[in-house]
């Protein structure tokens, strides 16, 4: 009788450190899938971002100085989505990049001296 309770006592802590670790490595897929999921809300975010300030520069009418950093920017942004697409980047790096643009890019808005309720808000 005890060994028959001894190799059920087994079977279940070998079947239940399975089923954890199984657990365990489905919430790390799910969160590198989160995380991949987050950067590319921040690519579409900065994509929406630059049509907006190509909005603006032409309703504001920004000089030539003004449309040339857009259009500057429009080509990083291009690369950006390249390598996000392609997979081709780190993650980190990637959303360095992101924030840089973005800085950028609302760097344009002061300059512009767009009104408030025209500035793109980023939520």
């Known amino acids: 009788m005890k060994a028959l309770i001894l190799t059920i006592a087994t079977v279940i802590t070998f079947s239940g450190s399975t089923v954890l670790a199984y657990e365990r490595h489905e919430e790390r897929v799910a969160y590198a899938g989160d995380r991949r999921d987050s950067l590319e809300r921040h690519v579409n975010h900065l994509n929406r971002m630059l049509e907006h300030v190509r909005w603006q520069a032409r309703h504001y009418r920004g000089d ?17 989505n390249h390598r996000f697409r392609s997979g081709d980047y780190s993650g980190w790096r990637l959303r360095r990049e992101v924030d840089r643009l973005h800085d950028r890019l609302h760097g344009i808005e002061d300059r512009l001296h767009v009104r408030s309720r025209d500035v793109y808000r980023w939520d």
């Open 64 to 80: 030539w100085r003004i449309r040339r950093e857009v259009e500057n920017i429009s080509r990083e942004v291009d690369r950006l």
